[in-house]
């Protein structure tokens, strides 16, 4: 059995296995990681998610997300597999009001409200670049855990904006496709 704590893999006998890393962020800024945040995402099977690999990596894209740090000193809200090279549909979320972020595997949006709420938004894949977004304020999504059980969950405001926003990445679409004037 496998415990992880603060980002480190044990053993239940406690030798530590491997540590979680830093996981490189593709950008627009090179034709080929480009040409990768335009695929669009496996779905991931669920025997997959209970392997040993998968749950390194997403212990690695959520320790990516905890630690990245743009050059213009913003952090990151949301971080979506395809992001870090993996063309799988997987993303995680920063909860709203915490420092948790939320793993969602295979998501599929609803939209509770058609309601649209323009903000601005920036991408940790299109650097130094920020535009106004129409986003639904009202969501709900079907999703696995990082455990492979099946969620289900509304989210708003906020919560709501960073999963559209991750989700697109799954669709190969970026922010900058949705700009609004």
Same mark, same amino acid.
């Given at each position: 059995? #496998?415990?992880?704590?603060?980002?480190?893999?044990?053993?239940?006998?406690?030798?530590?296995?491997?540590?979680?890393?830093?996981?490189?962020?593709?950008?627009?800024?090179?034709?080929?990681?480009?040409? /990768? &945040?335009?695929?669009?995402?496996?779905?991931?099977?669920?025997?997959?998610?209970?392997?040993?690999?998968? !749950?390194?990596?997403?212990?690695? =894209?959520?320790?990516?997300? !905890?630690?990245?740090?743009?050059?213009?000193?913003?952090?990151? +809200?949301?971080?979506?597999?395809?992001? %870090?090279?993996?063309? %799988?549909?997987?993303?995680?979320?920063?909860?709203?009001?915490? +420092?948790?972020?939320?793993?969602?595997?295979?998501?599929? $949006?609803?939209?509770? +409200?058609?309601?649209?709420?323009?903000?601005?938004?920036?991408?940790?894949? $299109?650097?130094?670049? #920020?535009?106004?977004?129409?986003? /639904?304020?009202?969501?709900?999504?079907?999703?696995?855990?990082?455990?492979?059980?099946?969620?289900?969950? %509304?989210?708003?405001?906020?919560?709501?904006?960073?999963? !559209?926003?991750?989700?697109?990445?799954?669709?190969?679409? =970026?922010?900058?496709?949705? &700009?609004?004037?």
């Amino acid at each position: 059995m #496998e415990i992880s704590i603060k980002g480190i893999r044990r053993k239940q006998c406690g030798i530590i296995e491997s540590m979680a890393k830093l996981l490189h962020i593709y950008t627009i800024d090179n034709p080929e990681e480009e040409s /990768f &945040l335009r695929r669009i995402s496996k779905d991931v099977p669920k025997q997959e998610i209970e392997g040993e690999e998968f !749950q390194v990596f997403l212990d690695d =894209l959520i320790y990516t997300a !905890q630690n990245i740090i743009t050059e213009e000193g913003y952090t990151a +809200s949301g971080l979506s597999a395809i992001q %870090v090279g993996r063309d %799988v549909n997987v993303f995680c979320i920063l909860k709203e009001n915490s +420092s948790v972020f939320e793993i969602m595997v295979n998501p599929v $949006i609803d939209i509770i +409200s058609p309601t649209l709420i323009i903000d601005r938004e920036g991408c940790l894949s $299109i650097p130094k670049t #920020e535009g106004q977004v129409a986003r /639904f304020e009202k969501i709900k999504v079907t999703y696995l855990d990082r455990n492979g059980k099946k969620q289900r969950a %509304v989210f708003k405001d906020l919560e709501a904006r960073e999963i !559209q926003h991750e989700h697109d990445h799954t669709k190969g679409v =970026l922010f900058t496709d949705k &700009l609004v004037d």
